[in-house]
């Protein structure tokens, strides 16, 4: 039995030191993760997220898809910012299109009857998501693909799962120490 508490305490103390080893370099990351994360979850209710307008049809037909993207692409060229569309969310129940870009964090909101300019605002949640999962990096350096998403996220998930298996073990292996001593007496 006491070689076998030696055997433990010679284990556990090894992965104590593994387990600081990894956790402390990966704090930084952890709380980047945790602080984005909540910041994330209440958007809405924080108002990081530019809210839908809704547009009364009155009759009128919906302009074309091709009208609302040369419009977004007129009114980003006046700003003397790049007009490379990432996507239009076209909602036509609500007369409205949501317009966002590749190269900035801009939305244009535009009337799907008149195709005039209801708002332009910054997507605020979307620069939080990209701190979040690692891709402002890869936007910054222009990147192609998303290399240091991958490697940021893999990272963490498995410096999360190393620490929460080896906390896991740091607090058994006492225990079984502890139950081995008590059964020596």
Known sequence: ???KNKSLAKSTRWYRKAHRFVAIPLLIFIIIMSITGLLLTWKDELGFKP?????????????????????????????ELSNDIN?????????????RFDHHFTELQIDCYTGEIISQKTRTADIIEMIHDGSIIDFLFNSSGTPTKLFYSTLIALGLLFISLSGFWLWLKPKQIKKNKTLIK
Not at 51 to 79: F, P, Q, V
Not at 87 to 99: L, S, T
């Open 1 to 3: 039995m006491k070689e």
């Open 87 to 99: 996507r239009i969310d076209y909602r036509p129940r609500k007369g409205i299109a949501k317009v």
């Open 51 to 79: 809210a839908t307008t809704s547009i009364n049809s009155n009759g009128r037909h919906l302009i074309s898809l091709s009208e609302i993207e040369m419009k977004a692409i007129n009114y980003m060229d006046s700003l």
